[in-house]
């Protein structure tokens, strides 16, 4: 299958160098143009397995695909449990964070890593990977890519802007995963790597690739959850499952259209974003606005201007039919406190800040709605938050994966805002 861009100005690519580019030329991102129909005939597996199924369909003619099946079973190396809340019967959570760095990025950056890995590269050129990040994005890749050889990975975070145990995430690695405490906002972080795709010299030794959530590479890999835990829910019910799903730059919903897209047994889907309400707003009006975001708890999710609603309006171009085939809804940084410690003293769960959006979203629905298989989807660990949530509910337990991560030594350089500051890190 080839892969146009949304934009059109671009050619189509292949599956390879979809992953390879990230971004296509035009400034558009990589879309399917078929939908394989696989949900009908499949039946509830194992994650690798119904990732053999899923991704190779769209990987089929690719130099890669003879390779599927091993860069599946290399990237789906954790599980993805689906779990009752309470004793509702309509009520499951999706847990996405058991993975190296607890949080669902896991996913996206680890089969992007086994994919890259994997192509062969001219001259056995090294493959550096540059990524600007907030919070959770620089752990997911840079666990992932950690040790792949002939790949470097260049982390840029703002300076005191992330929380501690976010930074240990970024700077526990070292070998092959240089990270850098830039002196200005994340904005300068990603307005750096920006330039760096830009300039000519950063490239000649070296090939330059992102793995931010556009790339196509992380979104498939999020289907298959869906999938799986679509399969479970109707071999379990005879219904449909519905998702609501914590939403910032849209990659994990649009991977749950993906799935639905693809005839897996998906009802509802519903995202829920924090105060920055853009897309609320815009199903709500008709009118895209988007605005600079707002720092908020959920801060994984602090998005204004979501950059995979551009894949979703490839497919629901009009905003009626967008409202159609999509709800969302904000919440406020007082609700997600609220639902915290309402869900811990009701069910005995624990939300991370951004799966607690989901868990209000879904105590608001109305009786009529209540009927159907709801899946809170859980996006990190509430141990990645814990400044925010013990606090509210006591201490949290920190799993395995974590645990291992904060009794690494830390390292990284700090580094000026501009392209020769960064450049002298690097090479210097
Ligand atoms: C990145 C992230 C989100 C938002 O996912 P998008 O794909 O950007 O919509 C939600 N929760 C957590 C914990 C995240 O790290």
Redesign the pocket.
């Known amino acids: 299958m080839m892969f146009p861009s949304t934009r059109g100005q671009a050619p189509a690519v292949g599956f390879s160098q979809a992953l390879l580019q990230g971004l296509a030329p035009d400034g558009g991102l990589y879309v399917p143009t078929q939908w394989p129909q696989l949900g009908a005939a499949a039946q509830p597996a194992a994650l690798p397995e119904l990732a053999n199924l899923l991704i190779g369909a769209f990987a089929a003619e690719d130099p890669l695909a003879a390779q599927i099946p091993a860069i599946n079973a290399d990237a789906f190396s954790f599980p993805a449990p689906l779990k009752p809340v309470g004793d509702d019967a309509h009520l499951r959570v999706l847990e996405l964070f058991h993975g190296p760095t607890a ?3 896991d996913f996206g950056a680890r089969f992007l890593a086994a994919s890259l890995a994997r192509i062969p590269r001219a001259g056995g050129r090294v493959l550096r990977i540059l990524v600007a990040t907030s ?3 620089g752990g997911a890749v840079a666990a992932a890519f950690h040790r792949r050889p002939g790949i470097e990975v260049v982390v840029l975070f703002p300076k005191g802007l992330v929380s501690p145990t976010q930074q240990q995430q970024l700077t526990c690695w070292g070998d092959n995963v240089k990270s850098f405490a830039v002196r200005g906002s994340f904005d300068d972080c990603q307005r750096l790597v920006k330039e760096a795709f830009l300039d000519q010299t950063m490239r000649t030794q070296v090939d330059l690739s992102s793995a931010n ?1 556009i790339n196509l590479g992380r979104l498939l890999p999020q289907a298959v959850y869906y999938a799986a835990s679509s399969l479970a829910i109707r071999q379990q019910t005879g219904s449909n499952a519905s998702y609501i ?9 649009a991977a749950c259209v993906w799935a639905r897209q693809m005839g897996f047994p998906i009802d509802r889907i519903v995202l829920a974003h924090n105060a920055n309400r853009t897309v609320p707003d815009f199903l709500a009006t008709g009118q895209l606005l988007p605005r600079p975001s707002v720092a908020t708890l ?1 801060s ?2 602090d ?1 204004g201007n ?1 950059s ?1 609603l551009e894949r979703l309006l490839a497919l629901y171009p009009g905003a009626a039919e967008f409202a159609a085939r999509l709800a969302a809804f904000s919440v406020s940084d007082e609700q997600i406190r609220a639902r915290i410690r309402a869900d811990h003293a009701r069910y005995g769960e624990t939300w ?1 800040p ?1 799966t607690a959006t989901a868990a209000e979203v879904h105590a608001l629905l109305p009786e009529a709605e209540r009927r159907r298989q709801w899946v809170i989807v859980s ?2 660990h509430p141990a ?1 938050f814990r400044e925010i949530v013990e606090p509210l509910v006591g201490e949290v337990a920190v799993p395995e994966n974590l645990r291992r991560l904060y009794d690494l030594p830390s390292s990284f350089g700090e580094l000026d805002a501009n392209l020769n500051a960064l450049r002298h890190a690097i090479d210097g």
Do not use: E
């Open positions: 949080a669902f990025k919070g959770d994005t959530s799903i914590p939403s910032g730059n849209l990659g994990n919903s959920a994984a999710m998005v979501p995979n991370c951004h996006t990190a990645k």
